[in-house]
């Protein structure tokens, strides 16, 4: 029983390494951080006494697959260097030493390394309702050239205008009203 725990463990976590299946223990990680707001009012939701969010955090986070994984590391490791100790307080021993592997081992290490992960990239639509700049006249048809940043980088794509009975020149400032499939931007003159 420790044994096969010891390697369902080992093999696991070396797999979620390698595979790059590291998402586990990570979820819910900011939520305790969530804030809503409503109008010119801020609050937690920790503010009306709701602890729902942080119990179901708790939970994800020692059901995921990394921790189940450390978990049956831990009890056949353990179970496996008490295994001369009664069956029942050999079994007993190892479950309180996956849980400290868990917490004091493996977690710290899992957490450290998500500190080097980057920030997902924004795509194009992430900038609905930002400003950008035209960057050219627009034509007749109401298209033209703007220039945006989007992660830091600034962009030129093709401007389409709400309004096609509004004209705006080289310099203005438009707004983005939404963002077609092929990467056109519908905006609006400011």
């Known amino acids: 029983?420790?044994?096969?725990?010891?390697?369902?463990?080992l093999v696991g976590l070396i797999s979620?390494?390698?595979?790059?299946?590291?998402?586990?223990?990570?979820?819910?990680?900011h939520s305790s951080h969530d804030v809503h707001t409503h109008g010119h009012h801020t609050h937690s939701s920790h503010a009306h006494g709701t602890n729902d969010q942080s119990a179901i955090s708790r939970l994800l986070?020692?059901?995921?697959?990394?921790?189940?994984?450390?978990?049956?590391?831990?009890?056949?490791?353990?179970?496996?260097?008490v295994s001369f100790l009664p069956q029942i307080l050999a079994v007993i021993v190892a479950g309180a030493?996956?849980?400290?592997?868990?917490r004091l081992l493996v977690?710290?290490?899992?957490?450290a390394m998500f500190k080097f992960a980057s920030t997902p990239a924004k795509n194009l639509e992430s900038v609905k309702g930002a400003t950008a700049t035209a960057n050219t006249n627009f034509d007749a048809n109401g298209?033209?050239?703007?220039?945006?940043?989007?992660?830091?980088?600034?962009?030129?794509?093709?401007?389409?205008?709400?309004?096609k009975t509004s004209s705006v020149t080289r310099g203005q400032q438009v707004r983005i009203e939404a963002v077609n499939s092929d990467g056109n931007c519908i905006v609006s003159k400011i």
């Not at 029983?1 to 463990?9: E, N, R």
């Not at 977690?107 to 957490?111: A, D, F, G």
Request: aromatic content about 10%; cysteine-free; proline content about 3%.
């Open 16 to 29: 979620m390494a390698v595979l790059g299946l590291n998402h586990g223990g990570h979820h819910g990680q």
């Open 97 to 102: 030493g996956a849980i400290l592997f868990e």
């Open 143 to 163: 298209q033209g050239l703007i220039e945006l940043e989007l992660d830091g980088q600034v962009r030129q794509v093709l401007g389409t205008l709400q309004n």
């Open 61 to 81: 986070n020692f059901i995921s697959p990394r921790a189940i994984f450390s978990l049956a590391l831990g009890f056949g490791a353990v179970g496996m260097t």
């Open 107 to 111: 977690q710290p290490y899992w957490n």
């Open 1 to 9: 029983m420790f044994l096969m725990a010891l390697v369902l463990g």
